[in-house]
């Protein structure tokens, strides 16, 4: 069983910056594959941005260029870099932690992007 912990999310203005980042607990944070998705109520969850064992990112196209995900496995945490943040990227942010056979979510944390 692994735990995830998400923060960083708040409430920043168009064009704004934030930080959110995912801790887990567990000694074998390596051996799993890494992402960020996000939903908005009454729709379905989707993928933001994820990164590999290997440190292979891919990233929705709605977020290329203005998102950066990144993990220090050393400390046992993924972080998500929002850049240029729209009012359209608010949501509530979730982390996801994937082995071969399982996978994990964190509780999630809201990002409103307001002005």
């Known amino acids: 069983q692994v735990t995830l912990v998400e923060s960083g999310g708040g409430l920043v203005q168009p064009g704004g910056s934030l930080r959110l980042s995912c801790v887990a607990s567990?000694?074998?944070?390596?051996?799993?594959?890494m992402g960020w998705y996000r939903q908005a109520p009454g729709n379905q969850r989707e993928s933001v941005a994820r990164i590999s064992t290997g440190g292979t990112t891919n990233y929705a196209d709605s977020v290329k260029g203005r998102f950066t995900i990144s993990r220090d496995n050393a400390k046992n945490t993924v972080y998500l870099q929002m850049n240029s943040l729209k009012p359209e990227d608010t949501d509530v942010y979730y982390c996801k932690a994937e082995s071969v056979t399982q996978g994990y979510w964190g509780q999630g944390t809201q990002v409103t992007v307001s002005s």
């Open positions: 567990t000694r074998i944070f390596s051996i799993y594959a």
